[in-house]
């Protein structure tokens, strides 16, 4: 991680769960880590600790919609004017809508395309190692759930754009590379936000196993960004051991 002091990194998603792990371990290893979302007081706060802590890095709080691409597209044009660009981009940001696909609503499944897709191609110039993708095992397997069913097609989605961006920049020869890391169930705040009408339930998704934790998920981010330059590591799955699919 040496190398990446002083680097430039954007995390999305960064006031709460793998978004905050990612922001404050990035801090730790003394990079300059831009975290969005679209309420900023935590991340704020989180900033605090981080300097409190004599973290070598900072953590720069920004607002930011990921649903709108005008906010997109001026979030990135004031970090290349302010910081010179993006050097790490962690897509991490995403949501969960109860939306059935027999059932379900086009205004849900068009929120979580929206917010879960990838925005590298906004970060694109100046980029030296396109992003850690933050997503899913549900890119690789179905959920069992007729409410996780959308999720996990958006999931498979954005695997195969990561892949198809991994592709891309080796085609145009940028020495950039793009990872993909997809975690099995993490105990975050997704569960409550994802069942918001029902927290019983939630809190019984965390506790029918031991769940990997969303520091596990920040070790994985660098531990790839520390691997040699010229090693690719296309994708990383992860799961709790009790996990059986």
């Not at 890119?139 to 891309?168: N, W």
């Not at 085609?171 to 927290?199: K, Q």
Request: aromatic share 6%; net charge negative; charged share 20%.
């Amino acid at each position: 991680m040496e190398r990446w002091k002083g680097r430039v990194a954007l995390v999305t998603g960064a006031s709460v769960g793998i978004g905050a792990a990612v922001a404050r371990a990035l801090v730790q290893q003394g990079m300059r880590v831009v975290g969005c979302a679209r309420s900023v007081d935590k991340i704020e706060k989180l900033a605090a600790e981080c300097q409190s802590a004599g973290y070598s890095g900072t953590l720069i709080p920004y607002k930011c919609d990921l649903s709108n691409e005008e906010e997109i597209l001026s979030m990135f044009s004031a970090i290349k004017t302010l910081h010179k660009g993006v050097d790490v981009c962690i897509n991490n940001a995403g949501l969960a809508h109860n939306e059935p696909l027999l059932s379900g609503k086009t205004e849900g499944w068009r929120n979580m395309i929206d917010v879960g897709g990838s925005h590298t191609h906004a970060a694109y110039e100046g980029l030296t190692f396109s992003p850690a993708s933050c997503y899913s095992m549900g890119g690789h397997r179905m959920v069992p759930s007729a409410d996780e069913h959308f999720y996990c097609a958006t999931k498979y989605a954005v695997t195969a754009l990561t892949e198809g961006i991994r592709q891309e920049l080796r085609e145009a020869n940028t020495h950039i590379r793009a990872t993909c890391i997809s975690p099995g169930l993490v105990e975050t705040e997704f569960a409550f936000r994802h069942h918001n009408s029902d927290p019983e339930k939630a809190a019984a998704v965390y506790e029918s196993m031991k769940c990997l934790k969303a520091e596990d998920i920040a070790s994985a981010v660098t531990f790839v960004l520390g691997a040699p330059p010229h090693v690719q590591i296309g994708d990383v799955q992860m799961r709790p051991v009790e996990q059986v699919s």
